[in-house]
């Protein structure tokens, strides 16, 4: 398979899977407790030579976490 097809997979993988994730960080969000924490991530973007340091943000209550990308802080 090329990088290109699984590539192509994974983000519609993805996207099929957006609803259920979206459902879930609601119901993190709706708890009484939130931790969160964000670190750095370097990421290639499309077309560009360069990468950015965008950020990945992981907020948990229990045994619930979900993880969001933000391209900046």
Do not use: I
Not at 2 to 29: H, N, P, T, Y
Not at 37 to 51: M, N, R, S
């Amino acid at each position: 398979m090329s990088s290109s097809q699984l590539s192509d997979l994974v983000q519609r993988s993805l996207a099929e899977c957006k609803g259920v994730a979206d459902a879930l960080f609601r119901q993190l969000m709706a708890g009484n407790r939130c931790h969160s924490d964000a670190t750095g991530l370097p990421v290639v973007t499309p077309d560009k030579d360069k990468t950015h340091l965008g950020q990945m943000f992981v907020f948990c209550w229990g045994k619930v976490a979900a993880f969001r990308y933000a391209p900046d802080k």
